[in-house]
């Protein structure tokens, strides 16, 4: 007879983890066995370049051991990968024949790194990308001194510094687009990230796309549009997708932005089936539109929704933000909300403001905070959060959101008075 | 559950609750190092309390990205192995009340963990602005206080802020600390820090 489980966890990321302990959390009773193809449990992706630079240890980035999930008395098989899903039958599939069956199935497989494969070079050793323990392992035995950073998302800012610190020599950024982080990020906000970038010792190259990579048998540069640059390896920093391939082979329904389509509690458009984490489409908690948030806290959050659900309860999942965070190694970013470009210049009021070596540049969409982005500090990270979910609830109608008065709209230290003003108790 | 509440109604904006705290994390005089904060955002302007309220949901458990923080099911509180700490600064930006901060000698970012039940601040506190008690208890308070701006003394705007601690209060402010941290604490300089820490609470809301 195959094994059978109460409740079955496809990944032991952030989310497939979180949900095992939340499971078993609001039913112990209940029979909870994590799957993981890694041969590690749970650790803290955003640790990695703290794991590449040098200043973290292994165990300083894990966030589970085994023994945790032994005593929650959760199944833990790692090294074990899913091949298959059979929804009809409630059963899936490992690489190794073995076929488990399932009352409740959650799949968290978490997202892959975007790989250039068609573009030349990108096959030769010397190439990598930074998604898992393995990744930076293998970064950190092929060595160099010279690097290329290919993309300026949080994995090529954080990838580059980590490189300087861990004593290369050369670290250039080469971002294809005008300006750094374009999503997350206006030019002025890219401009002072980008003099913090130089003052580290990394050279930021933007509007430079990459047109292939250089080198016999291994790495020895990479060609872009305007230069060919010499360096050992190059990161690939271009962007995660999410792993969906498990769940459209068994039929899971995708949401419009190909990830697994998930209601407010969590499961899939099949029955018996749950999904968290980065494979999973739900809501943006500013826009109210759907949304794919590569992000350690809703992965944490919607997992323990997920699993709590799964074993009997009824946990809602309110949607997400996409905060874009770096605070490491004198790198400090925060980047909430909308950018200039997302709000009609008639509606639009930006403020802008560099002191004490702080940049803040605050932006108001019809008189209401809609957008923050910060450079050299987190202070008052909390509050400039907390209003702008405030003023997302303004189209319920019932919402607390206040704009900021016309009286107040002149500097950021206006503005933040006025908020500091209406945030009391 | 037993937790910090804060009366903006009382509060002279002394800064001893904070002075005293960060001398017990640290044994410096240092307010970054504080896990409470008065926040004051004009001289007319009501005070708030940034402090840890140990949240029935905590945003800061699902944010830290290292797995640190838990809410303790029995006894309410929401505690953190700081050690373990690498700064990614989540649970700052994720917190409604602004309690976590980064505590510069310590690197990690920390909040108030009530002292293991017996908070400092509370026990240094001369106006009795800030208390340790049970929810119902707060909350009745609150109640009646709130009331009490809309039928009787007429708005907290023009509430005026109660007058500094007295050098009979230092005095007994300076011997909390002292006992606590078993090291005599002279209640001058205490004022004089208390004074600058005071200050700086008002610049910030300028
Ligand atoms: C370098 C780096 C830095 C980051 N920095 C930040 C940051 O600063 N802030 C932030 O919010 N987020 C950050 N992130 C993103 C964050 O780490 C992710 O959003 C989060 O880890 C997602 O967790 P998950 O469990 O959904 O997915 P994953 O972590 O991808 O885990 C999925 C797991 O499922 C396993 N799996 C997949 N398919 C199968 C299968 N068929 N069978 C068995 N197992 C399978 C995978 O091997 C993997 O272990 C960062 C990510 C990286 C890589």
Redo the contacts between chains.
């Keep these: 007879m195959d094994a059978c489980f109460d409740i079955l966890i496809i990944g032991c990321g952030a989310a497939g983890s979180s949900a095992a302990f939340a499971a078993k959390k609001t039913s112990p009773a209940l029979s909870v066995c994590v799957l993981g193809s890694e041969d590690l449990p749970v650790y803290s992706a955003p640790a990695l370049p703290d794991l590449l630079s040098g200043e973290l240890s292994r165990e300083g980035v894990f966030v589970r051991e085994r023994s945790d999930y032994e005593s929650a008395g959760i199944v833990l098989r790692l090294g074990e990968t899913v091949r298959a899903i059979d929804p009809e039958r409630r059963e899936v599939h490992l690489e190794s024949g073995e076929a488990l069956r399932y009352g409740e199935l959650i799949l968290a497989t978490g997202s892959q790194p975007i790989r250039l494969r068609r573009m030349q070079g990108t096959d030769l050793p010397g190439n990598f990308v930074m998604k898992s323990m393995a990744d930076v392992d293998a970064m950190a035995a092929y060595g160099g001194s010279r690097a290329v950073v290919v993309g300026s998302g949080a994995i090529g800012l954080e990838g580059s510094m980590a490189l300087k610190a861990r004593g290369f020599e050369q670290v250039t950024l080469v971002e294809a687009l005008d300006w750094l982080s374009p999503k997350s990020l206006d030019k002025e906000t890219s401009d002072e990230l980008a003099a913090v970038l130089e003052s580290f010792g990394v050279e930021v190259l933007t509007g430079e796309a990459v047109q292939g990579v250089l080198g016999e048998t291994r790495v020895t540069g990479v060609r872009t549009a305007k230069r060919d640059i010499p360096c050992d390896l190059v990161l690939w920093g271009i962007g995660m997708r999410p792993d969906v391939e498990l769940a459209k082979a068994a039929g899971i329904p995708l949401g419009q932005l190909g990830a697994i389509r998930v209601d407010e509690r969590m499961c899939t458009g099949l029955s018996h089936v749950y999904a968290c984490g980065d494979c999973v489409e739900s809501t943006d908690a500013l826009t109210g539109k759907p949304a794919v948030h590569l992000f350690w806290e809703p992965a944490q959050r919607g997992g323990s929704v997920a699993g709590a659900n799964a074993a009997g309860a009824d946990e809602v999942y309110q949607g997400s933000l996409a905060v874009f965070l770096t605070n490491k190694g004198g790198l400090s970013i925060l980047a909430l909300g909308k950018t200039a470009r997302e709000i009609t210049p008639e509606e639009r009021v930006i403020l802008q403001e560099k002191r004490d070596g702080v940049f803040r540049r605050l932006l108001l969409e019809d008189g209401y905070l809609a957008g923050v982005q910060t450079v050299g500090s987190l202070a008052d990270a909390d509050l400039l959060c907390a209003v702008l979910k405030r003023n997302a609830e303004r189209s319920n109608g019932w919402s607390l959101a206040v704009p900021v008065p016309e009286e107040c709209r002149c500097s950021v230290r206006d503005v933040m008075r006025f908020l500091r003003r209406q945030r009391r108790g | 559950m037993k937790r910090l509440s804060f009366d903006?109604a009382r509060c002279s904006l002394c800064g001893a609750c904070a002075l005293a705290c960060s001398l017990s994390r640290c044994g410096r005089p240092e307010p970054a190092e504080s896990r409470i904060r008065i926040?004051c955002?004009?001289p007319d302007?009501?005070l708030?309390s940034a402090v840890c309220a140990h949240c029935e949901q905590p945003a800061c458990?699902?944010?830290c990205?290292?797995?640190i923080i838990e809410k303790d099911e029995k006894s309410g509180l929401v505690t953190r192995r700081w050690e373990?700490c690498?700064?990614?600064?989540?649970c700052?930006?994720?917190?409604?009340?602004?309690a976590?901060s980064?505590e510069p000698s310590k690197k990690a970012f920390t909040a108030c963990d009530l002292c293991g039940g017996d908070p400092l601040c509370v026990a240094v506190c001369p106006s009795g602005a800030l208390r340790f008690e049970e929810d119902a208890e707060g909350s009745a308070r609150r109640r009646s206080a709130y009331a009490g701006r809309f039928f009787g003394s007429g708005g907290d705007k023009a509430q005026e802020r109660p007058g500094l601690p007295s050098q009979a209060d230092w005095e007994r402010i300076a011997s909390a600390v002292g006992g606590r941290l078993g090291v005599a604490v002279d209640p001058e300089s205490l004022a004089d820090a208390c004074s600058r820490q005071r200050k700086a609470w008002e610049e910030e809301?300028?």
């Design positions: 903006p926040e955002a004009g302007e009501p708030r458990v699902s944010a990205m290292r797995g373990n690498f700064a990614c600064g989540a700052a930006v994720y917190c409604p009340v602004g976590s980064q809301g300028m």
